[in-house]
């Protein structure tokens, strides 16, 4: 993010009523996707797509460049940087790395996107024995920069595809493995997601499940048999020790992203629950330990037609504006993406709602019997000529908070099972307007990035990154 963002915002004499951010930072122009060929009929590996979005560019809504991994199914998943705005006032730090882990093989990709930003370039490979022997870690998940420089990777397992939810660092100029984060036998059962505060010395990780588990697809008794979290754990911040684990109960099942809010002196935050259609806030109590509470809860459909007679809404990403005052959030099964206002941390109210596909659209073979809610079934999402298979699934907001980018694609083993049209046509990227001002979500049908007409045959686009940082890879100090 550019530095007057920083500086308006987090100011520590400032408090988050003092943000411009409009008026700080310019339009997004390009974004960085990972693009998955794993468990497509294309036998290819997956590369690092560029789109174009700047309206006034000949290429608008296209891919601009494709760069290639030198392997096969790798399933590229997320990325983060090398710096990032923990090291804001350090002239020696840039912001010229993206770091691609491996999801499936546990290989991390270092690319070069400094040199010429619109045609990134390969410049370093982390081979996955490296995470194996020296971290005893593999399944490579989220990655976050840190101010001392190093680069640190929450990881999902062991190298035998059981749960185990470590840290790997990365030295943040050579990118060799260092080592693990967290102390010997302290990794957590199971990993995904983490954010720190380091105001007050906090990290706080989350838990999906173990990768053996999931790596094919979802089974219902995996999660009867404990092969999935329901749990957030505690960390210290300097010390590296494991402090508490927060159990959230089975309305807690499946902790997937976590978003502590933007203000570096804030204590609280929420964190999407996947199974049961949860949003929790967790927040620091008057002791100084921590808690959680339910917060927003999208009810489960009743259905005939689908693989159970119950079929929840998954939430599986959520950010939060960066004035802290919109929570946003993907239903990948029921197929919408919500808004909420925030103002009131522990009374979230829905503001904006838009379908985009899913797993109930009135055309389709589930009939919804039953739904708390009683919304009708939606129609199909249909965007220049094109039928939108799939649902919202990743989400990227603008540093001015009126563009919401959302991707279709969850995981590739998921994708097949629930979504087979997906990963026969492709996934897309959209684009949503947002009210910032009363709450409101409208479709934008002049914006479409079809990735089934790529040239290699359709594939699957996941997370989305700013060059210049955005409010999923973004942490103050």
Request: glycine share 8%; with cysteine; charged share 20%.
């Amino acid at each position: 993010l550019c530095s007057v963002i920083i500086k308006i915002n987090f100011h520590p004499t400032l408090t988050l009523k003092h943000c411009i951010i409009t008026e700080a930072c310019p339009r997004e122009q390009i974004v960085y996707l990972p693009c998955i060929y794993r468990n497509t009929d294309s036998l290819k590996p997956d590369y690092l797509a560029t789109v174009d979005v700047d309206p006034k560019s000949s290429t608008y809504c296209q891919v601009i460049h494709r760069l290639p991994m030198p392997n096969l199914r790798d399933e590229l998943h997320h990325s983060g940087w090398n710096a990032c705005s923990s090291c804001f006032g350090d002239a020696s730090k840039k912001r010229n790395r993206l770091i691609l882990p491996s999801l499936i093989s546990s290989r991390v990709y270092v690319v070069d996107v400094g040199t010429d930003p619109r045609a990134p370039r390969m410049h370093k490979m982390v081979e996955p024995v490296d995470l194996y022997y020296k971290c005893g870690l593999a399944n490579p998940h989220t990655t976050h920069c840190l101010g001392s420089g190093q680069i640190m990777i929450s990881c999902m397992g062991d190298p035998s595809g059981n749960g185990k939810g470590g840290f790997v660092l990365l030295d943040g100029e050579t990118f060799e493995v260092i080592g693990n984060w967290e102390h010997q036998g302290e990794a957590a059962p199971f990993g995904y997601d983490f954010w720190y505060q380091p105001r007050h010395n906090v990290m706080i990780s989350t838990e999906w499940g173990a990768p053996k588990a999931l790596l094919n697809g979802f089974n219902p008794v995996h999660v009867q048999e404990g092969h999935y979290g329901k749990s957030l754990h505690v960390w210290d911040w300097t010390t590296h020790k494991k402090l508490q684990t927060v159990d959230l109960g089975e309305d807690g099942a499946i902790p997937l992203e976590i978003r502590f809010l933007h203000d570096p002196d804030a204590t609280e935050g929420y964190v999407g629950c996947a199974l049961r259609g949860t949003v929790f806030r967790f927040y620091k109590t008057p002791k100084g330990d921590w808690a959680a509470e339910k917060v927003i809860r999208v009810p489960s459909k009743k259905v005939e037609g689908w693989t159970l007679s119950e079929m929840p809404s998954l939430i599986t990403d959520i950010l939060i504006s960066l004035d802290d005052r919109y929570l946003y959030f993907s239903n990948w099964l029921h197929g919408d993406i919500r808004q909420y206002d925030i103002t009131d941390r522990r009374k979230p109210r829905l503001v904006g709602q838009v379908f985009l596909g899913g797993s109930i659209l009135c055309d389709g073979p589930v009939r919804v019997l039953e739904d708390p809610e009683n919304q009708p079934q939606p129609k199909p999402c249909i965007i220049q000529g094109k039928r939108i298979h799939g649902a919202p699934q990743m989400l990227q907001l603008s540093l001015d908070g009126r563009r919401l980018y959302v991707t279709t694609s969850l995981y590739s083993g998921w994708d097949k099972q629930f979504y087979p049209d997906m990963i026969r046509q492709g996934s897309v990227m959209m684009q949503i307007d947002v009210d910032t001002v009363n709450g409101g979500l409208t479709l934008n049908e002049n914006f479409l990035v079809d990735f089934g007409k790529e040239p290699e045959g359709p594939a699957l686009a996941h997370e989305l990154r700013y060059p210049g940082g955005d409010c999923t890879s973004d942490i103050w100090i």
